[in-house]
């Protein structure tokens, strides 16, 4: 079992940054691939970001490529979502999710095993 937590979520303006971090526990965290996922109201769930069991591999939604960046610290069991110059329209729960197949089928949903509660993110126009 993995438990993740997030935090870092808040209310910024348009333009402005938040750091999302995300701390596992339970299981060796290396075993685990991670991707951030979001979630805005009426909407489904949706993948925002990736980042591979060493830090090697990432890959981003189109929709915050060059604005956002996934990071993990291995010593210290955390997951980082860096968010620049946000939108109206990143306005979400963000959640993450730790996987540990090493395939490449990160995309999906139904391909995480383990998953944080949420932390909402809202940026004002």
């Known amino acids: 079992q993995v438990q993740l937590v997030e935090s870092g979520g808040g209310l910024v303006q348009t333009g402005g940054s938040l750091r999302l ?3 596992a526990s339970g299981r060796t965290f290396t075993n ?3 991707g951030w996922f979001r979630q805005a109201p009426g ?6 970001t990736y980042i591979s069991r060493r830090g090697l591999t990432t890959d981003y939604a189109d929709s915050v490529k060059g604005r956002f960046t996934i990071s993990r610290d291995n010593t210290k069991n955390v997951t980082y979502l860096e968010m620049n110059s946000l939108k109206p ?11 540990q197949s090493p395939d490449s089928k990160y995309l ?4 995480y095993d383990y998953w944080g ?3 909402q993110v809202t940026v004002s126009s």
């Open 43 to 48: 909407k489904e769930r949706e993948f925002v």
């Open 32 to 34: 685990y691939a991670m």
């Open 117 to 119: 509660q949420g932390t």
């Open 21 to 23: 971090s995300c701390a």
């Open 108 to 111: 999906a949903i139904s391909a």
């Open 89 to 99: 329209e990143d306005t979400a729960v963000y959640y993450c999710a730790a996987r």
